[in-house]
């Protein structure tokens, strides 16, 4: 690729690892839909939602890459088509946020909040699904603190999260493809 060229869009999708089912439910199609679009999905490799999602990405034909706090590429989930084990445990938060050209928050715990505040703090637009639990929700609408170095958008579906991402994607001049085009 000549520098300047686009690039296919990279999103790092953030959220727990023992979330209710209806979490993972909303996973595995936000992580379908950022597959369709050709979008690579980031996320830190284990189970839950990242498991979810990385499963959904797969099915809409996307590449996935799970950044795993251990040193053993084994333990990621098998959805995973590239696993970059760190030995970082949480720390490893930090490499997932910033390798997302934006960040997408389904639910959430302390390590996915972790995440949310390394992308916040380095710029990383922030969307969250609405009714997916954890902060998530807390965090809709809202503000991390005062640097305003980022947005939080909320997203009431995964419609709203797909216009968005689309939306980010354009104004970056990021390669995706159209939602009926095969993986290429």
């Known amino acids: 690729m000549t520098p300047g060229a686009a690039r296919f869009a ?98 959430g715990g302390a390590g996915t909040l972790s995440e949310l505040c390394f992308g916040w703090v380095h710029g990383r637009p922030i969307y969250v699904l609405q009714g997916s639990g954890g902060w998530s929700d807390r965090l809709a609408g809202g503000v991390l603190d005062h640097r305003a170095s980022s947005v939080i958008v909320t997203c009431d579906g995964l419609e709203a999260l797909e216009r968005e991402v689309v939306r980010f994607c354009a104004s970056k001049a990021l390669k995706i493809r159209e939602p009926n085009a095969g993986r290429g």
């Open 10 to 107: 990279q999103a790092a999708l953030v959220g727990d690892s023992d979330p209710p089912g209806h979490t993972l439910v909303l996973a595995e199609h936000a992580g379908e839909m950022l597959g369709r679009r050709g979008i690579t999905l980031v996320t830190g490799g284990r189970g839950g939602v990242m498991e979810a999602a990385a499963r959904g990405a797969a099915r809409g034909g996307g590449l996935t890459v799970g950044i795993t706090p251990g040193t053993d590429a084994q333990s990621a989930n098998p959805w995973c088509d590239i696993v970059l084990p760190t030995g970082l445990g949480h720390a490893r938060n930090v490499l997932t946020a910033l390798a997302g050209d934006f960040i997408v928050a389904v639910g």
